[in-house]
Structure formats: C-alpha cells, structure tokens
T-cell receptor
Framework: ETGVTQTPRHLVMGMTNKKSLKCEQH?????MYWYKQSAKKPLELMFV???????ENNSVPSRFSPECPNSSHLFLHLHTLQPEDSALYLC???????????FGPGTRLTVL | DQQVKQNSPSLSVQEGRISILNCDYT??????FLWYKKYPAEGPTFLIS???IKDKNEDGRFTVFLNKSAKHLSLHIVPSQPGDSAVYFC???????????WGAGTKLIIKP
C-alpha cells in the first residue's frame, strides 16, 4: 500500500450504532488530519494530530472521538450520530514543516 | 464567514483553451496558498502552491498568480485537457499554524 488509505470507503449506519473509520499513511509523515466535506461546502477541519498528540479540535461534537495510536494510524470513532453528519470524511497527512497535505480517498458516511 | 471564497461553482472550457479558476480571501495574515484537484471517489491531490513572497509560480501547464493587494489568486491551466475535468479547491494558510482554510471548490468541465 502506498500513500494514505482509508477504510471503509462507504458506511451506512443508524443513529444508535457505533462504528469507526480508519486511516493509515505510508509516507512517514508525523501530522495527521480529519476533515469533513459536505456537498458544495469547503472542507472542514475536525482534528489535527502532531506526533500522536492532538493539537486541534475545532469544536467538534463529542459524538466524534479521534484516536491516534501512532503516527501512521488515525481512527475516528462514531456514536449516536445525526443524519446531518452524513458527509465525506477525509483523512490527510503531512510532513513536519510542510504545508502540503496528502489525502486518502475518503469514507462516504450515511446516517439514517 | 468564509475566509476563502471560490465564487464560481462551475466552469466549462473548450479543450485546448485556457482555464482560469479564481479564489478570493479575506485574511491578510494568510501567507501560503495551495490548489488541489479532486476527482469523484478520490481524495484531493495537491497541484501547485505559492508563497506570499511571490506573485507567480509555474509548473508545466499550471500557473498560479497571486495578487496580494486584491487578496486574489488564480490558477491558469493551458492548454486544457479532458483529464483536467475535476473539482478544484483553493486553500490558504498562515505558515505559523499549518492549518489550511479551504474554499468550496469549482467544478471544471473540459469540453472536447
């Protein structure tokens, strides 16, 4: 595997379910990001991790819970989501000191 | 209020002609700007960037122009090719915090 991978690619869940999104980067980067992209809207930064430490949480509801066990893996744990949380969730990574972020293909999430 | 705006949701250009995508920003502290391209079912891929100390950066068929006084940047693609059909996102950042602020994207359609 190369670059940034995300699983699953598609996820349909009910509002009472608990699920997790997984991201893995094979680029040797030390920063990882979670973004939410809703239709025709800008990408919204959710969480930032640098060297496994969370450095940003942009007022994201607690029903989204990130986890970064090491600098190659990033998870987003989901529970009791709302239909308006349906969106494309993108993971990205970057090298320390670099502005360019490298993205995974995203997980298309639908909350029923 | 959006700090980065792409006012054209879509743009249609004839193959072989020049495509010009525009982006405006409001935050005068932004000092680094990036363009990304996104195909359906894929994550955004980095295209080209420019620092605020420059007013032009060129990479093959892609040129980004920065007008700091107008808080405006543009991406020129010449000649346009069918494979350029995608959504293009503009992003801006202050180098000090490594966070990207995104526009909503412009869908570019290259007509054969």
């Amino acid at each position: 595997e190369t670059g940034v991978t995300q699983t699953p690619r598609h996820l349909v869940m009910g509002m009472t379910n608990k699920k997790s999104l997984k991201c893995e980067q094979h680029l040797g980067h030390n920063a990882m990001y979670w973004y939410k992209q809703s239709a025709k809207k800008p990408l919204e930064l959710m969480f930032v991790y640098n060297f496994k430490e969370q450095t940003e949480n942009n007022s994201v509801p607690s029903r989204f819970s990130p986890e970064c066990p090491n600098s190659s893996h990033l998870f987003l744990h989901l529970h009791t989501l709302q239909p308006e949380d349906s969106a494309l969730y993108l993971c990205a990574s970057a090298s320390g000191g670099a502005m360019e972020q490298f993205f995974g293909p995203g997980t298309r999430l639908t909350v029923l | 209020d959006q700090q980065v705006k792409q006012n054209s949701p879509s743009l249609s250009v004839q193959e072989g002609r020049i495509s010009i995508l525009n982006c405006d920003y409001t935050n005068s502290m932004f000092d680094y700007f990036l363009w990304y391209k996104k195909y359906p079912a894929e994550g955004p891929t980095f295209l080209i960037s420019i620092s605020s100390i420059k007013d032009k950066n060129e990479d093959g068929r892609f040129t980004v122009f920065l007008n700091k006084s107008a808080k405006h940047l543009s991406l020129h693609i010449v000649p346009s090719q069918p494979g350029d059909s995608a959504v293009y996102f503009c992003a801006a950042s202050e180098r000090s915090n490594y966070q990207l602020i995104w526009g909503a994207g412009t869908k570019l359609i290259i007509k054969p």
